[in-house]
């Protein structure tokens, strides 16, 4: 029984811990390369680096590393059927692939993806002042049409009564 566990602790578990670790380490030097330029273009832009800045990348590894520990449990839990923990290297690449692409964009695309974030919050924070202006335009409008029709009812009524 000692050799079974033995070497499925050597042949197998061993392997899945250090590809995790490497998967693990991968992630974190990501996360800094992105964290590092994101500061650099900051600084070039002349925008204040702030704790608001520092806390997306708190929020990025919760996202990151969520799933991860999910997935590693999985990869864990298969080291018996599985050569190597799959699972936690596939998120990993995928991890280090946005990261790679958070650091290739462009900072004015980054600034106008905030903005229109911003205009589609304040379009939702205030959709009820707005489905109003719109209602109050379209039934505005045919109370007015409705107003012309009677003024105009009244004018032909009247030039019919003096002829």
Partial sequence: ???????????????????????VAGI??????????????AKILGEATTSTGY????????????????????????CIILPAPFFVMIWSAWCIFCEFKSVREKSWTKA?????????????????????????????????AIEIEKKETIISAAEAAEQ
């Fill in 1 to 23: 029984m000692k050799d079974i566990i033995y070497s499925l602790l050597h042949d197998h578990l061993y392997l899945h811990v250090v590809l995790i670790s490497i998967c």
């Fill in 28 to 41: 974190i030097v990501a996360m800094g390369v992105d964290l590092f330029f994101g500061i650099r273009k």
């Fill in 55 to 78: 806390k997306k990348t708190c929020e990025k590894g919760r996202k990151y590393f969520m799933p991860f520990a999910v997935l590693m449990m999985i990869d864990i839990i298969g």
């Fill in 112 to 144: 106008e993806l905030r903005k229109a974030e911003k205009t589609m919050s304040i379009i939702i924070e205030n959709k009820d002042d707005i489905a109003k202006m719109v209602a109050d335009m379209v039934l505005g409008s045919k109370h007015e």
